[in-house]
């Protein structure tokens, strides 16, 4: 008994498996749900800090509107806006649809593209509405 035990295979590992796009994009998904927590509690600040006074909200626009400040929201953007498309793709898959690997691999690098060119589309939507 203890010899069948011994000759089991070991359970596969990460390291194992070839990264393919589906595997990354999941694995990515799972990583901006993560981030989204963080940058709901900027959202929060900023709120709060907008509730609580003009100084310290012009102080919270001032950090969010540096350089970092921009490069953090940016981010944030785009962990949001490819976490909904990550999402939007789950969805088609509930329906039964796209496991093919052909078709799994195109969603894949659309949710990747399509994440970057709406980040970049939003924020020059909002450079363009600023007065």
Not at 5 to 25: A, D, F, G
Not at 49 to 58: I, R
Not at 79 to 85: G, K, N, R, Y
Request: charged share 10%; aromatic share 14%.
């Amino acid at each position: 008994m203890t010899n069948a035990t011994q000759n089991r295979p070991i359970s596969p590992h990460l390291t194992i498996y070839k990264p393919i796009p589906t595997m990354v994009m999941s694995i990515v998904h799972r990583i901006t749900g993560m981030a989204l927590y963080a940058g709901t509690i900027l959202v929060a600040w900023w709120l709060i800090a907008a509730a609580s006074g003009e100084s310290y909200f012009d102080w919270v626009n001032g950090l969010f509107g540096s350089i970092i400040g921009r490069l953090v929201l940016f981010g944030y953007t785009w962990a949001l806006v490819h976490h909904m498309l990550g999402g939007i793709r789950h969805f088609v898959w509930d329906t039964g649809r796209g496991f093919d690997p052909k078709t799994s691999t195109k969603l894949a690098w659309a949710t990747l593209a399509g994440s970057i060119v709406l980040t970049v589309l939003i924020w020059i939507a909002g450079y363009a509405t600023r007065f």
